[in-house]
């Protein structure tokens, strides 16, 4: 096949290919850039071509191979999208009932009253017939109990974060060391 011959073919079948892959479900975007690629792999190897009337055929077989080793080699995976409402359960409430459960009496009407059902401190002071400062002790000694049954470490009365912090860090490496 000449060089003209070929031109010629190019004009008559490119848009062909490209109804051809689109039939296929391709987008016509994409149909086209595959035909495009098709036709020049066919005038790479415009010598393995043996009948020159089957021009046609043959770029559409090309370009059906490309676009099926395209689709090979793209992921199967998808990026779900984003949900645009959050989920009606509230997953935390159940981590901390759970909690609860372990924990005193006192503590547990304590913490439930104040972080589950949103009172004040003054509201439970009242409620109880405990004093705000009494109230406030609670919520601090059930909030670590409930920290250390989590594995928490809380630094000790008079003691820093930072010397806590500290101390845990010293901990860490001494046990890397040995």
Known sequence: MTTEDFGKAY??????????????????????????????????RIGQLRDQSMVLTWMNSIALNIHRSYVRREPL??????????????LAAIDVRRILKTCKHNDR???????????????????????????RIRLLRARRTVGKRLGRKFPEPG????????????????GIAA
Do not use: C, M
């Open 11 to 44: 004009q008559r079948g490119y848009n062909l290919t490209v109804r051809f892959l689109v039939s296929r479900g391709l987008p016509y975007d994409t149909a086209q850039e595959t035909a495009q690629a098709a036709w020049v792999k066919g005038w790479e």
């Open 77 to 90: 995976f998808q990026v779900l999208p984003e949900l645009s409402t959050p989920p009606k359960v509230n």
């Open 109 to 135: 009407i304590v913490l439930q009253r104040h972080y589950l059902e949103g009172f004040k401190v003054q509201e439970i002071a009242e409620e109880q017939g405990w004093t705000e400062t009494a109230v």
């Open 159 to 174: 003691q820093s974060r930072k010397a806590l912090l500290t101390a845990q860090t010293g901990e860490a490496v001494q």
